[in-house]
């Protein structure tokens, strides 16, 4: 039988503990509207539709540098056994969500008061945190698209700030992310591979510069992957690669070529310890019990049984580290 819902061993919190299958990004865009701020920033619909392909675009590269990893390129006819597929729902992209506030005359802390906004909105505001609200409006949306996982993605109306960036005092500049399927914030004004940047974040990469606070000793992911190309790996030798979660000329370069450092990929789960083209998350032998025997009437050997998946260890040192697998027994032979 094909199992429905959440994936195996998941509750509905755990909505983005790795990076593979089918993948919801809900896009919102706040408008504010003047009544506590004054209004300096208005979305129309080229900067609508720019936010949107920068999304777009960033959501792609993923999708875009699974096709493109190593271990899999040795074969001149690789068969795919991993998927990803990002989800975009724009509904509150094309229909701005109201704010009394305009975000990036704020301070970067002050999110928690226009999210809560949008979470009005979208009937998910409740006494509870917004780290609850927001997941269960993720699940939601999970459920609703009959994914594996789903995040959100506020792009911040920028066009006529003097820097394009949230107001000194707050602990984030630009773009930010929370972790293990919560969401992210960028202003519209960055880059599509600073939301690709982003949402590794949300499937648990670190950062790998040195601003940032990104270190050598981070540990992070379901492997609970080591930061081994942080600016400050100490090795003797060491010289650190392009990647993703890097910054300037090194995420450049990443970025064009749809690659990551293997230790950013290792925590959004893409490692592969014995090298057979099966990430080790999904690695796991399914349990099949049961018994037969022949029937010298029909001579037929006849089976009757029960199989399941199982689920590696979740060792992640952040989120809930409950076991979790999207795999599926779909047929037997």
């Known amino acids: 039988m094909m199992l429905t819902g959440l994936p195996y061993g998941a509750l509905p919190e755990d909505t983005a503990e790795y990076m593979l299958g089918d993948i919801v990004v809900t896009v919102v865009l706040m408008e504010s ?17 720019a936010a949107k392909a920068k999304v777009q675009e960033g959501m792609q590269w993923w999708e875009d540098a699974l096709a493109n990893y190593g271990p899999w390129l040795s074969d001149p006819t690789p068969t795919p056994v991993h998927s990803l597929n990002f989800i975009l729902d724009f509904q509150y992209a094309d229909q701005p969500v109201q704010t009394d506030y305009e975000p990036i ?16 909105v979208a009937g998910f505001d409740t006494p509870a945190t917004i780290d609850s609200d927001i997941r269960a409006f993720n699940h939601s949306q999970r459920e609703a698209y009959d994914a594996d996982w789903a995040f959100t993605i ?14 000194p005092g707050g602990d984030f500049q630009r773009a930010f992310a929370f972790s293990g399927g919560r969401f992210l914030i960028s202003p519209a004004g960055r880059p599509a591979s600073t939301f ?19 270190s050598y000793t981070d540990r992070r992911g379901y492997y609970n992957s080591q930061n081994l190309n942080a600016w400050d790996n100490p090795d003797a030798g060491f010289v650190q690669a392009a990647s993703l979660m890097a910054s300037d000329d090194l995420l450049d370069a990443a970025y064009a070529a749809d690659i990551s450092s293997e230790s950013s990929l290792a925590m959004v789960g893409w490692q592969d310890s014995d090298g057979d083209g099966v990430f080790d998350v999904l690695d796991v032998p399914l349990t099949l019990t049961g018994y037969g025997y022949y029937d010298p009437v029909s001579g037929l050997y006849k089976f009757q049984g029960h199989s399941s998946v199982n689920t590696l260890p979740n060792a992640n040192g952040s989120g809930r580290q409950n076991d979790i697998t999207i795999n599926e027994v779909s047929v037997a032979e």
């Not at 701020?37 to 539709?49: G, K, L, R, V």
């Not at 940047?197 to 606070?213: K, L, M, V, W």
């Open 154 to 167: 506020f792009v911040v109306n920028d066009e006529v700030d003097v820097n394009g960036r949230f107001e």
């Open 105 to 120: 005359s704020r301070i970067s802390n002050d999110y928690v008061l226009w999210v809560d906004d949008f979470l009005e």
């Open 196 to 214: 690709a940047h982003e949402t590794g974040h949300i499937f648990y990469a670190r950062d790998e510069y040195e601003t940032s606070g990104g």
């Open 33 to 49: 509207n003047g009544v506590v701020d004054t209004s300096t920033e208005d979305w129309n619909q080229n900067t609508i539709n």
